[in-house]
């Protein structure tokens, strides 16, 4: 990183501190504050992760310990999002929470017909809704160390395994799947990121399946991009694509608009060795610019979301890594410098030890314009011994083959890195975060995973859901007061994929300009809300609201405060949005377009 | 029997002339390389360092400013094959095992975290064998700190602190040198480390009486709690360069 990008940076920071101080609810801080409401809302399920046979069975469980993920979604368009949530032990259920709209939830996974999954070759650990085929209901893609299961939404409360004609048949160990049109021709293509190179691990035939390195490993199952051919099937365009060189052991994967030229670029977190950055041609084919962009690593990267935290115009990226005590990664945030580079700025700005991080999600969430940043972590919560010493001599030991399970040892009741704190870091606005999250109420010691954002109860308030391995489920209502105004906005693609995924929503109000792109599932094991969500502030009317579509059509829109607005590409706020999002078209309200 | 302890005197003449030429060529080599140092010119220097190290390999002086430009130059890899081969070619000298585990130190910074463990415990086992060779001062202190670098889980702290009293014992039998300041600085941190708070304290009061110079020692002795703790850690913080520069043992002055 050259000099120049860090001066930039340092210097954006400045000018989000300058910025800060015109603006009107920066003066006074409300407490941000959650009550946990898993059980009262009938939510709270248990994670199991997957147990395996044989003597490595305990290995593999502890190198295989994801899998607890959340989907939010509403897949039955009436207007409060649903929450799916995955298992992943031989038989466990997926569960399918059906949103009351009262703050209570009801399963419905087992009559919907998407409850199964973790059949005895096949692990649950990722999940994901989009809509593949653009008819307005939001279908469902379960992503399995194993092949994938595509669930098309019948529109009736139950679902429709299509897993067989998709095309999505490569068996894969997949940890994390995005949905994002790459080459914008309105459909929404999937990319897998892959842990494990594709061996059946229920099935081991060679042990040697683990990392060949721990700083810079290359034998990880890389990442797939798969493209959407419109008629309901899937192709795969790795290799077309570029990214067929990826052999990293991915975790999380995010999607944005990185350099503001209107295409999705990638970033692909991976685990023991450096990530990825590839910016889309706009030809079917992406570019890798790591090196220039932010160096090669040699962390553990396991969360990737995509956000402008400074309000600068640039999205920045959020990347969780292994801070302990005997490890000292820091997490790191890139700042977007505008120029191609990114600056890691997470110590400065106070979001770099994590511990052992997994989900780390932006959302603002006291509607004070300023994306705060919510992160949980740690491994494995046991005994009172330590597993760390077990691990020094397989990795000290010179000759010793790591990537054979035989050479690990047991981990048995041992603690790894476990009951660890979750963070809440405040977005003070002048480019630093507070960590919060005990006065929130969030600052619980499970072995977190998932983040899914969500507003449960359409008050403008985002809630937070967190799942945990082989651990209960945590939903944090928010109850903050004296927050800020806000606007939601549900998008709906026309010419644009129906989902909106990739569109780009700029907001101008009470002296700040904040944009938002709506994301097809960054950040580790949970995809959040698909509304766009803004808090404004004091401020009392939005000055200029633009959306930038993945089309390529941009429109003004006006939109009224402290409510949900559902806009349909061309044809502005449309008054009954859920309906015309399942394809019942109706009226339209104020609007001014381009092209 | 003229001829042959002529023979004999002849022969030893020209061993000594020999050793004479060979240690001249050494400190030729040293000169040439510190030159370039000097200049930046970091190939030439890391050149006829190596030359002169492997002439007089238990130096440790040429071996320090061999690593000095091994570390400019970035050529952390470089240093390791070279001491690598030289302690298999001269397995006794303990110069040559301290400065081959300061090589490992000086490539931790640049490393990812687990090469870092790999590293730091290499340079462990060769700072080791140095003590094993030679139990002097140095190669103890240098030892016992290398165990403070090493976090609590693996529970090395009481072996730096048994490593450290031993150096202190050895010093106070020397003449008072300006680097043993360290050894109070060090042995305070570990027994900080091991939760023998009151003997951190005691040994830095007697370390500031005989150095009252020395800032570390009174940073430390003026600071409790969270303060303490974050002026320890930063020094044993593995991302960041620790001087293992070895210039205090020929420029340090009686104090």
């Not at chain 1, 939830?105 to 087992?110: K, L, N």
């Amino acid at each position: 990183m050259g000099k120049f990008a860090k001066v930039k940076a340092a210097v954006c920071v400045l000018m989000v501190s300058i910025s800060s101080n015109a603006w009107a609810v920066q003066e006074s801080h409300p407490a941000i504050r959650f009550e946990e409401i898993g059980a009262k809302a009938g939510v709270r399920v248990q994670h199991h992760t997957r147990k395996f046979r044989g003597k490595n069975a305990e290995v593999l469980r502890m190198f295989t310990s994801g899998g607890a993920t959340v989907a939010v979604g509403d897949y039955d368009n009436d207007g409060f999002e649903d929450i799916f949530v995955t298992d992943s032990d031989t038989g466990k259920p997926n569960h399918l929470f059906h949103n009351n709209g009262d703050l209570t939830f009801t399963d419905v996974a087992v009559k919907a017909g998407v409850a199964g999954g973790n059949d005895p070759l096949s692990v649950v650990s990722d999940a994901l809704w989009f809509d593949y085929d653009n008819d307005g209901k939001l279908d469902l893609l379960i992503a399995r160390f194993g092949t994938p299961i595509l669930y098309h939404n019948e529109g009736n409360g139950k679902f429709k395994d299509v897993s067989a004609t998709s095309g999505l048949n490569k068996f894969g160990n997949t940890i994390a799947v995005i949905a994002f049109d790459y080459n914008n021709d309105g459909y929404l293509d999937l990319m897998f990121g892959n842990y494990f190179k594709p061996v059946n691990l229920q099935d081991l035939k060679d042990p040697h399946v683990l990392p060949n390195d721990l700083d810079n490993a290359t034998n990880g199952g890389g990442v797939t991009l798969w493209r959407n051919t419109g008629k309901g099937s899937f192709e795969e365009v790795t290799d077309k694509a570029g990214f067929g060189q990826i052999s990293g052991w991915t975790l999380d994967i995010g999607h944005g608009d990185f350099n503001n030229d209107g295409l999705q670029d990638i970033y692909i977190a991976c685990d023991y060795g450096t990530d990825h950055i590839f910016i889309n041609n706009g030809n079917g084919t992406f570019r890798e610019v790591t090196e220039k962009a932010t160096g090669w690593d040699t962390k553990k990267g396991m969360n990737a979301d995509v956000a402008d935290y400074d309000n600068d115009g640039w999205l920045d990226i959020y990347v969780t890594n292994i801070t302990d005590e005997y490890m000292k990664e820091c997490n790191m945030l890139w700042h977007n410098n505008g120029d191609g580079t990114f600056t890691d700025v997470s110590r400065e700005t106070g979001t770099c030890d994590t511990g052992w991080g997994w989900a780390g999600k932006f959302a603002d969430l006291d509607n004070d314009g300023w994306q705060d940043l919510f992160v949980v972590n740690g491994l494995r919560s046991a005994g009172p011994e330590s597993y760390v010493p077990l691990i020094l001599p397989v990795i000290t030991t010179p000759g010793l083959d790591i990537t054979d399970v035989n050479n690990w040892p047991d981990i048995g009741n041992r603690t790894w890195s476990g009951y660890q704190k979750k963070r809440l870091f405040r977005n003070l606005g002048n480019g630093t975060f507070k960590e919060v999250s005990s006065e929130a109420g969030v600052d619980n010691q499970l072995d977190g995973r998932g983040i899914g954002v969500i507003d449960l109860d359409n008050d403008g308030r985002l809630d937070l859901v967190q799942t945990n391995a082989d651990q209960p489920l945590f939903l944090f209502h928010n109850v903050t007061e004296k927050q800020g105004n806000w606007i939601e906005l549900k998008l709906i693609g026309v010419k644009s994929n129906r989902d909106a995924i990739g569109a780009r929503v700029k907001v101008q109000a009470g002296g700040l300009t904040q944009i938002r792109e709506v994301d097809g599932g960054n950040g580790y094991a949970g995809q959040s809300t698909r509304r766009v969500h803004f808090g404004i502030g004091s401020a009392s009317k939005i000055d200029h609201l633009e959306i930038r579509w993945p089309s390529g059509h941009t429109e003004s829109v006006n939109v009224p405060l402290n409510r949900v607005s559902y806009i349909e590409e061309g044809h502005g706020v449309v008054a009954d949005g859920p309906l015309r999002q399942s394809g019942n078209p109706s009226g339209r309200l104020g609007v001014k377009s381009s092209r | 029997m003229i001829r042959k302890y002529c023979s004999h005197f002849l022969i030893a003449v020209l061993a000594i002339l020999l050793l004479c030429g060979l240690a001249h060529a050494s400190d030729s080599d040293f000169q040439q390389g510190i030159k370039a140092l000097g200049s930046n010119d970091f190939a030439t220097a890391l050149r006829y360092l190596e030359a002169a190290v492997t002439d007089d390999p238990d130096n440790v002086r040429y071996a320090s400013e061999y690593r000095k430009a091994a570390i400019k130059n970035k050529d952390f890899d470089r240093s390791l094959k070279f001491f690598e081969k030289l302690t298999s070619d001269h397995p006794n000298s303990a110069n040559l095992h301290l400065n081959f585990g300061f090589a490992y130190v000086d490539k931790i910074p640049v490393a990812g975290s687990i090469t870092q463990v790999i590293l730091a415990n290499n340079a462990l086992a060769q700072f080791s064998k140095a003590v094993e060779l030679k139990p002097n001062w140095i190669n103890l202190y240098t030892r016992g700190v290398s165990y403070l670098f090493w976090p609590k889980v693996f529970n090395r702290a009481p072996n730096g602190v048994a490593d450290l009293e031993q150096a202190l014992s050895v010093q106070k039998r020397e003449q008072r040198q300006s680097y043993h300041a360290k050894t109070y600085i060090a042995l305070g941190d570990a027994y900080w480390k091991t939760d023998q708070l009151d003997k951190a304290r005691a040994i830095w009061q007697e370390g500031l009486k005989l150095f009252p110079d020395r800032p570390e020692l009174k940073t430390r002795l003026a600071q409790q709690g969270d303060d303490l703790k974050n002026t320890i850690e930063a020094n044993f913080d593995p991302n960041k360069r620790v001087d293992t520069d070895l210039r205090d043992l020929w420029a340090s002055s009686q104090k």
